[in-house]
């Protein structure tokens, strides 16, 4: 009878000491269930995007060098988590120091558990807003990869990937959606990343076609895609995954995902359109790799907006993002001849300027209260100051992505030698084919 008294007052002991020493959830705020299911199901949605992305990518290079597009592609997708980790995460959304960076409260993840951070979301916990954002800081510089494809040492990959994540993504990631970020405190709206992920990922890529030069034949002697139905596959992938890109940051299973769900799609659906036809009156036939490269300029350019404006508005900013980034793709870049191996500046630099400006034309209270009327609805202040924050990303991601690819070229070299270009990167970075015979 003692011992069954005396396992009693140990068992009343262990509850009492397990409720003093269980984490404190922030005063009032309580985790919702729905809310972080689906925060979770978008962060891996958006996980989903870079494999996607390089199944878009490696389809639209050469054969010779679709898995070195599909290694980078996953090679980003480690480097940077453990850099967010380690850390990224506390200098993009840590206390803030003077508007320009996040402080190192949380270096290395300390104190970021399962309770809700009321600053950024509090209705889920905060390591899943954490890991949600981790997949953004993941595929931004993933997108970069586009522009310098077949040409880049590997190992001069992994190193201007790692610097470039740390020196332009955090601190561009910290003045936009971190809490006392300057362009954050200046009114700027967005929603999902126009300015934090294509415009500062659309900058860096074409940086970096004029800093590594052209390809060895470019324009001539280059190969049409080796493969369009793989690049279909990951733009549609892409176009999938997209919906926990936007829907997911209203950070909450709501009205407002579902508002930021709808323009998503509409706005892919009306670029993918628009391409098409300008493909067909300008070259005759309207192309598949048109199509698909239209949905993405309409994604691009939506995510600013998502969670700010209505669907017939979304409408025209598909229509937009498809004339704006057609025209670059088929005359700027054919008139001044830099090798952006795969648009990645005339899609999503040029397609995230267009949908930030966008975002202060359309933009309405009346669909996102925490967010502000647009020049449309009564408030043309709104354009200007969405025309500076474009601005400072673009000087910002500029000049430092000239910067330490200069660094990076100085230290160990940036470009394979013109025999390795001309084997493939396949053989001479990875030593592996992805067929059975080359080109």
Same mark, same amino acid.
Request: charged share 10%.
């Given at each position: #009878?003692?011992?069954?008294?005396?396992?009693?007052?140990?068992?009343?002991?262990? +509850?009492?000491?397990?409720?003093?020493?269980?984490?404190?959830?922030?005063?009032?705020?309580?985790?919702?269930?729905?809310?972080?299911?689906?925060?979770?199901?978008?962060?891996?949605?958006?996980?989903?995007?870079?494999?996607?992305?390089?199944?878009? /990518?490696?389809?639209?290079?050469?054969?010779?060098?679709?898995?070195?597009?599909?290694?980078?592609?996953?090679?980003?997708?480690?480097?940077?988590?453990?850099? @967010?980790?380690?850390?990224?995460?506390?200098?993009?959304?840590?206390?803030? *120091?003077?508007?320009?960076?996040?402080?190192?409260?949380? $270096?290395? +993840?300390?104190?970021?558990?399962?309770?809700?951070?009321?600053?950024?979301?509090?209705?889920?916990?905060?390591?899943?807003? #954490?890991?949600?954002?981790?997949?953004?800081?993941? *595929?931004?510089?993933?997108?970069?990869?586009?522009?310098?494809?077949?040409?880049?040492?590997?190992?001069?990959?992994?190193?201007?990937?790692? +610097?470039?994540?740390?020196?332009?993504?955090?601190?561009?990631?910290?003045?936009?959606?971190?809490?006392? &970020?300057?362009?954050?405190?200046?009114?700027?709206?967005?929603?999902? %990343?126009?300015?934090?992920?294509?415009?500062?990922?659309?900058?860096?890529?074409?940086?970096?076609?004029?800093?590594?030069?052209?390809?060895?034949?470019?324009?001539?002697?280059?190969?049409?895609?080796?493969? $369009?139905?793989?690049?279909?596959?990951?733009?549609? $992938?892409?176009?999938?995954? @997209?919906?926990?890109?936007?829907?997911?940051?209203?950070?909450?299973?709501?009205?407002?995902? &579902?508002?930021?769900?709808?323009?998503?799609?509409?706005?892919?659906?009306?670029?993918?359109?628009?391409?098409?036809?300008?493909? @067909?009156?300008?070259?005759?036939?309207?192309?598949?790799?048109?199509?698909?490269?239209?949905?993405?300029? &309409?994604?691009?350019?939506?995510?600013?907006?998502? %969670?700010? !404006?209505?669907? #017939?508005?979304?409408?025209?900013?598909?229509?937009?993002?498809?004339?704006?980034?057609?025209?670059?793709?088929?005359?700027?870049?054919?008139?001044?001849?830099?090798?952006?191996?795969?648009?990645?500046?005339?899609?999503?630099?040029?397609?995230?300027? @267009?949908?930030?400006?966008?975002? =202060?034309?359309?933009?309405?209270?009346?669909?996102?209260?925490?967010?502000?009327? %647009?020049?449309? /609805? =009564?408030?043309?202040?709104?354009?200007?100051?969405?025309?500076?924050?474009?601005?400072?990303?673009?000087? /910002?991601?500029?000049?430092?992505?000239?910067?330490? +690819?200069?660094? !990076?070229?100085?230290?160990?070299? $940036?470009?394979?030698?013109?025999?390795?270009?001309? *084997?493939?990167?396949?053989?001479?970075?990875?030593?592996?084919?992805?067929?059975?015979?080359?080109?």
């Amino acid at each position: #009878m003692i011992s069954h008294v005396n396992r009693f007052k140990v068992l009343i002991l262990t +509850l009492v000491l397990a409720i003093w020493t269980a984490p404190a959830f922030a005063e009032g705020a309580t985790v919702d269930t729905g809310d972080t299911a689906w925060v979770l199901t978008s962060a891996a949605l958006v996980l989903m995007m870079t494999p996607a992305l390089a199944f878009f /990518y490696g389809g639209l290079v050469r054969r010779k060098n679709f898995l070195s597009v599909l290694m980078q592609c996953f090679m980003v997708a480690c480097i940077v988590t453990i850099q @967010w980790v380690v850390i990224g995460y506390t200098l993009s959304f840590g206390p803030d *120091i003077k508007g320009m960076i996040g402080g190192l409260g949380w $270096l290395g +993840l300390k104190g970021v558990g399962a309770e809700p951070n009321a600053d950024y979301a509090a209705t889920i916990p905060h390591s899943v807003f #954490m890991i949600y954002q981790c997949m953004f800081a993941v *595929i931004t510089p993933a997108l970069i990869l586009g522009a310098f494809a077949e040409r880049m040492k590997f190992s001069a990959f992994c190193a201007f990937m790692l +610097l470039w994540s740390t020196l332009v993504y955090d601190p561009i990631c910290h003045w936009v959606w971190g809490v006392g &970020g300057f362009i954050r405190n200046m009114g700027a709206l967005d929603f999902a %990343g126009g300015t934090v992920v294509h415009i500062n990922a659309g900058i860096a890529a074409l940086v970096c076609a004029v800093v590594l030069g052209k390809r060895h034949g470019f324009p001539a002697k280059m190969s049409p895609p080796h493969n $369009l139905p793989f690049a279909v596959l990951g733009a549609g $992938l892409l176009w999938f995954g @997209w919906f926990g890109f936007n829907g997911g940051s209203a950070l909450g299973a709501n009205g407002l995902a &579902g508002n930021a769900f709808v323009v998503t799609h509409i706005a892919a659906a009306a670029a993918g359109l628009a391409w098409a036809l300008l493909d @067909w009156k300008f070259n005759a036939h309207p192309t598949v790799l048109g199509m698909i490269t239209g949905v993405v300029a &309409g994604l691009v350019a939506i995510t600013p907006a998502a %969670g700010f !404006v209505a669907p #017939m508005d979304a409408i025209w900013i598909g229509l937009g993002a498809a004339a704006i980034c057609y025209f670059f793709v088929a005359v700027v870049k054919v008139k001044f001849g830099y090798d952006d191996a795969l648009d990645v500046f005339g899609v999503h630099g040029v397609g995230g300027i @267009w949908g930030a400006m966008a975002t =202060g034309l359309w933009a309405q209270k009346a669909i996102n209260p925490a967010g502000n009327d %647009g020049l449309f /609805y =009564g408030n043309p202040g709104m354009v200007l100051i969405q025309a500076k924050a474009v601005l400072v990303t673009v000087a /910002y991601s500029f000049v430092l992505s000239f910067v330490l +690819l200069k660094v !990076v070229d100085i230290l160990m070299g $940036l470009r394979v030698t013109e025999d390795q270009e001309r *084997i493939g990167l396949d053989l001479t970075q990875h030593r592996e084919a992805a067929y059975t015979t080359l080109d």
